[in-house]
Every structure is written in C-alpha cells, then in structure tokens.
C-alpha cells in the first residue's frame, strides 16, 4: 500500500511537524505495530470438522482455479467435500461470496504448490494450504496495513502515543483481529477502504497530487472486490474526495474504475450479468429464502448489532465508542469532512446490517458484516487527540477501553472464531471454559512443543508487549505513567467485571454446542493425567 504524505496540518515548520520529528527512529518507533503484526502469525485456530463455509468456500475457489483452471467449483466439490456458502448456475456450482480474497489467495496457492513439488513434498495438506493462504493472504497484508495506518495516526496526532494506542487498539482490540487470521475478506476489505480514505484526508485539499488520489480511488475501488457491502463505504470515502478534493478528485474516480471492471467481469462470467450477485443464485434453499426478504433498517437491531452482549460492535470494541463520541463532536470543527465521513460510514454500514434478515450472520464473532467501521472509529480518536483540550483524559478512557477490547477479540480470534449462535456471552461461556480446560488451537508455541495452555505464552507475551507501552501515555516520568497505566486498568476492570457475569445460567443449547466444539477441536487435547491416590497435588 502507498507511503501517505504530510496534510496542510503538518506542513514543514509547524510546531507538530517538528514534534512529529521526535517521534524516534529506527526500529524502536515501530515495537509496537511488529509486535501486533505477529500476534496475527502465532496462532492457527484451524478445526476441519466444523468446515467453516465463510473461509472455505474461498479456499475451493482458490483451489479451482489453480487445479482446474475454471471458477466453477464442482469438480473441486468432488475432491474436498461439500461446502456451504455456494452458488448455483445451471447446475453449476460456484462461491457465494465475493471474489477478492480468493483471486489474491491464487499466487499464493500456486507458489505453494510449485514448492512442495520442487522439495518433493507431495500435494499441500487441506491444513497446509488454509495456513499458507491466511499467513501470506491475509496476515501479512493486514501488517502492511497497520504499518501505514501507524504512519497516519503519527502524522495527524504529532503523538507516538496516540501511534502505539490506536494501533494496539485497531490490530488487536477490534474484529479486524478474528478476521485476520482466517482467510476472509472482511479485514482486508476493511484495510483497503480505510487506505485510500487515509491518502485523501494527507493530500492538501488545495493542492493534491493526482497520483496519489489514483492510489486511493485504486483502493477504494478494490475494497468492495473483496466484501459486497463495502460498496457503501466505498460509496461514501468517494463524496468525501469530490467535496475535499473537488475537480481534482476525478483523479480519484478514474481509479476505480480497475475495481469496477474486475468486479463486472467476474460477475458477467459468472452470474450473467455484471450487476448480478451471488444472493441471487444461492445453493442453500434456507439462505435462498432469506435473500429476498431485505426491509428497512429496524431500530431494534441496531441497538443490538452495537451493543449485544453476543455480537455488538461496542461490546466487543467499547473504545470504538470513544471515536463515535469523538467524531459526533468534530462535525463542526476544522475536520468536520472527516466527521463527517466517518459518521457517514458507520451509519451507512449499520442501517445495512439492520435491514438484512440474517443481520446474525451465523457463526461468527461480532458484527463481521460491517467490519470496515472499525479502522473509521478509530481514525475519529487520532482526529480527536490532535483537536481537544483534555488529551490526558482522552488517552485515558481510550486506553482503559482498549484493554477490554483487546482482551476479548484475542481470545475470540486465537482459540475459537467461529462463535455458535446458542451463546449470550461466548467469551465467558465458551472461550474462557475452553482454554480452562485445556483446549488450545495449533500455533507457535504448540510447533515448540510447549504443553498445554502453555502454548499461548508466545501470543501472551505479544500482546501484553504492544499493549503496555499502549496504556503508558505521553508522559513516561514513573509517577505519571503509574497514575495513567493505573486508572486505564481501573476502567477496563469496571467494563469486564459485569460483562463476565451477564447470562452465567447454564442452558441446554450452550451445551449441546459446547460439547459439538470440544469434539470437532484440534489439535486433539491430551487426556488429563489422574494422580494416583495418596500423591502429593
């Protein structure tokens, strides 16, 4: 993804541009977004049995082309299995999801493949390809992201503060996490949405360089390649060019037009017509029938995709609670374009997700429908910073909103991402019980041979290294940082202290799907080692 540039803020001589200077050099000034970018690269949630349509279809795809050359995946269907998520044309069968994240995943099959035969490995394994594909597909894309949205974040605060927070807070306290280390689009449409908005708010809105709004219409055009409903995000990031930009946002415009004709080839191809999407061709007789049945935005869902306990965006992200506050209060400040944006997006891709019949998409964590709201959110707490009076107090309550966050999509995202509906709470009803009772995913500390929940010590240790210098503030005298670092715990205590108890009565649904997770789980956990009697514990 392109270097962003300096905005009119931080022009050479300002008082922040020479702040940004002290920001540091070397590595030093990016610990934090390496040590978020390979929390995404040690742990491998990967459960064969529960055949999670929403990544695997994209990997038959990806395996479509590569072994057989065509979209069509019957042929690929007769070799792995069934799978769910499918259309169907004239007896055809084809994905049901977006085609971004598997025409990226196809180089990296085919490298794949190439390699295992020049070392004489035979044909990569199902777990083998689904690993390759996440780290290279997505994973490493998402670091990349991260890396640039951390240059942003440092140029429109002046704060490597506010760069270590919010990309601690973005990279590992929000659904871009679980989305990001399984091979999906929802993350990745996300980050390129989220890019080309970051190059449009840099560029001098006097005086932009066309070749950067190219680099941003290219992107923004790409973004609902990779999931459909990113269209109206995408739709909103283009006002905002034309209005800060204006003639010269058709720079901007002209490089959509790749995405658009990637998207309208394959769905010509495919569906027969460039505007025909797969929800019209479902496979499945029950999702058919929902495809139909969109009605207007309801009042009750959106009070329950924002603030469920088992799917709601702000239960899952309360800081990105912060940026929406945040971003209502600069709509008629000096950023009040970006305001207004970002209120647009979140708007935009809520009053969707509330109008659809399945606004709960199944198994899954959090709202992942509108996953590009997240980095928008975000973005709204770095305009913040640089604007208010009270920056301690901002850092503070976004800090202490960000240990829960992280907290909860960690856990989400490593030991299970495939959330079953039955649960109210499934962080402390499923995930929590799980790791209590031993159940861990594959990952690095699992290849190093480290036992049992021992496992996790190298994502532990990850996380907890981007997420304390993250809670430390601006001031790192020890009496500050303490007072700063203590009053950020307090506060992300007093959010996770009654969410753990909220819906603790066991039922028979959780339990049933309970056990169907214990016995699908790999890698398969060891039998527990009875002491014989009169041992010492």
């Not at 990001?180 to 993350?187: D, E, T």
């Not at 204006?246 to 191809?269: C, D, I, K, N």
């Not at 039955?422 to 041979?449: E, I, R």
């Amino acid at each position: 993804m392109p270097v962003a540039v300096a905005d009119e803020n931080l022009t050479s001589g300002s008082p922040r541009a020479e702040a940004g200077t002290r920001l540091g050099v070397g590595m030093s000034r990016h610990v934090v977004w390496l040590l978020v970018s390979l929390a995404y690269l040690t742990v491998f949630p990967y459960y064969q049995q529960i055949n999670n349509p929403n990544e695997n279809v994209r990997i038959y795809m990806v395996r479509a082309i590569v072994d057989h050359h065509e979209l069509s995946l019957n042929r690929t269907s007769q070799d792995l299995g069934y799978v769910n998520d499918k259309a169907v044309v004239a007896g055809r069968l084809y994905s049901g999801k977006a085609p971004g994240t598997s025409f990226l995943g196809v180089p990296i099959y085919a490298a794949q493949k190439v390699a295992a035969r020049l070392l004489g490995m035979g044909a990569p394994s199902k777990r083998a390809v689904t690993l390759a594909l996440r780290i290279f597909g997505v994973g490493l894309p998402l670091s990349i992201f991260l890396f640039f949205f951390a240059r942003w974040v440092e140029r429109v605060t002046g704060s490597a503060a506010a760069r270590d927070l919010l990309v601690a807070g973005l990279g590992l306290g929000t659904i871009l996490y679980p989305y990001g280390v399984i091979f999906v689009g929802h993350a990745l449409a996300a980050a390129f949405a989220f890019s080309g908005f970051m190059l449009l708010s840099l560029e001098p809105a006097r005086a932009p360089r066309r070749g950067r709004l190219a680099w941003a219409g290219l992107l923004v055009g790409l973004s609902f390649v990779f999931e459909y409903q990113v269209g109206i995000a995408a739709a909103v990031v283009g006002l905002y060019a034309m209005a800060r930009h204006r003639r010269e946002a058709l720079s901007f415009v002209l490089a959509t037009l790749p995405g658009v004709l990637v998207f309208g080839l394959y769905h010509g191809v495919v569906f027969g017509h460039p505007w025909s999407l797969p929800f019209g061709h479902i496979e499945n007789p029950e999702y058919a029938r929902l495809a139909g049945q969109v009605h207007l935005p309801d009042p009750a869902v959106v009070v329950a995709v924002l603030f469920s306990v088992d799917i709601g965006l702000f239960i899952f992200s309360p800081f990105l609670l912060v940026g929406l506050v945040a971003a209502a209060a600069l709509v008629r400040g000096d950023d009040r374009l970006e305001a207004a944006t970002i209120l647009g997006v979140t708007a935009g891709m809520v009053c969707f997700l509330s109008a659809l019949p399945n606004w709960h998409p199944g198994w899954c964590v959090g709202p992942r429908y509108i996953s590009v709201v997240a980095p928008f959110l975000t973005a709204a707490v770095a305009l913040a910073w640089r604007r208010t009076r009270h920056r301690v107090a901002l850092s503070v309550v976004t800090a202490g909103l960000i240990i829960p966050s992280v907290f909860l999509n960690v856990l989400s995202g490593a030991i299970y991402p495939h959330y079953p509906e039955a649960f109210d709470n499934p962080v402390f009803d499923l995930t929590l019980p799980l790791l209590g009772a031993g159940y861990v995913p594959y990952s690095v500390g699992w290849l190093l041979g480290l036992p049992g929940r021992w496992s996790l010590l190298p994502l532990g240790a990850l996380v907890l290294g981007a997420v304390t210098p993250a809670i430390a503030g601006e001031d790192l005298r020890p009496r500050r940082w303490l007072a700063h670092a203590g009053a950020a715990v307090l506060i992300g205590a007093s959010f996770l202290l009654p969410l753990s108890l909220y819906g603790r009565k066991p039922r028979v649904d959780e339990a049933r799907a309970t056990a169907l997770v214990r016995s699908t789980w790999e890698p398969a956990r060891p039998a527990p080692v009875r002491r014989a009697a009169g041992a010492l514990p």
